[in-house]
């Protein structure tokens, strides 16, 4: 199995590891190629067995010289558990990244979980973006994601690790359907790849073609902080795709419900944390704020048609209000 990892070869890269199929493989495949990285994981002390993972990974990496950072957590499994330890495991990704300087972040995701998120937007009703939102590469604001399994199907994966007689665990919770993605990947994305896979592979890489030859980002014409302007273009479409991506930097998925919204009120918060303006010429998009603001910087901002909902944030970082002036 040939990957090529020479984007992250010369840089510190932290591998989001959980002693699984994809994980143990991804472990072994930078190993095999010399590629610098660190571990993390994270135990939610659901199933008895997440000790021995823990365990296992703390082994592999007194094994081969590993940095190893490990979050012990104590979750309810309940319907909003998979947003909930999703969260806390990205949060503490995060920490450990800009603590330590790390500069992408590896995650294991393969073919099957791109397809099973293929899936789950078609379901919802979604554009080409959301349908192909799993991407090798996504920009955050201090670090990168890595997912280099895309193209590998976690059959494959399976083989290799069996292959070579590398150990790994099977997660249970995998599958119990009460759980959304469990049930796309069992009633159809693993079976169809079991028949399909290298139509699929094909399929995703023409998707990726066609949504780079739409062009879709569209980069702000000013970033101050985490302040973001873009150019109103007067397409509800592709103004909606513009916002999307900007949220998605900030770790937010935008649902077909809430993209209506925002084109609907114009001026939104979205999630109790980010606040959108949609204005005449421009787009504003900043980290929600409450801060009471004086009465002579109220004025200032009204003078230069600054959306009410931005106000705090600019007043909050101090932001000099002449360099919004365009």
């Known amino acids: 199995m040939n990957l090529d990892f020479s984007a992250i070869k010369n840089q510190k890269n932290l591998l989001a590891f959980s002693a699984g199929v994809d994980s143990s493989a991804l472990f072994f495949l930078l190993l095999k190629q010399n590629i610098p990285f660190d571990i993390a994981i994270v135990d939610y002390n659901l199933r008895i067995q997440s000790k021995e993972e823990v365990s296992y990974a703390r082994e592999l990496a007194i094994k081969y010289n590993k940095k190893i950072f490990i979050k012990d957590v104590k979750l309810e499994n309940n319907s909003n558990f998979e947003k909930t330890a999703r969260d806390i495991r990205y949060k503490f990704f995060k920490e450990i990244i800009l603590e330590n300087s790390y500069k992408t972040l590896i995650t294991a995701h393969q073919l099957n979980d791109k397809l099973e998120w293929f899936l789950m937007q078609l379901s919802k009703g979604a554009g080409l973006v959301e349908l192909i939102g799993f991407n090798e590469f996504e920009q955050k604001e201090n670090y990168k994601i890595y997912k280099p399994l895309l193209n590998i199907t976690k059959n494959e994966l399976e ?133 009471t603001m004086d009465k002579k910087f109220k004025e200032k901002c009204r003078l230069l048609e600054i959306p009410q909902n931005i106000r705090g944030y600019l007043y909050l970082k101090n932001i000099d209000l002449e360099e919004l002036i365009f």
């Open 159 to 291: 083989i290799y690790l069996k292959e070579n007689n590398y150990k790994y665990f099977i997660d249970d919770s995998n599958f119990d359907e009460k759980y959304k993605r469990n049930y796309f990947r069992h009633n159809f994305a693993n079976k169809f790849l079991e028949k399909f896979s290298n139509g699929v592979k094909k399929s995703f890489e023409y998707l990726q073609n066609d949504l780079n030859s739409l062009n879709f980002q569209i980069n702000p014409i000013k970033k101050i902080e985490e302040l973001e302007i873009f150019t109103n273009i007067k397409d509800d479409n592709l103004n909606i795709r513009t916002i999307d991506l900007s949220l998605k930097k900030r770790g937010i998925l935008l649902s077909s419900s809430q993209r209506d919204e925002i084109l609907k009120q114009k001026e939104i918060t979205i999630s109790h944390k980010v606040n959108i303006s949609i204005k005449k010429d421009y787009i504003w998009v900043a980290p929600s704020s409450t801060t």
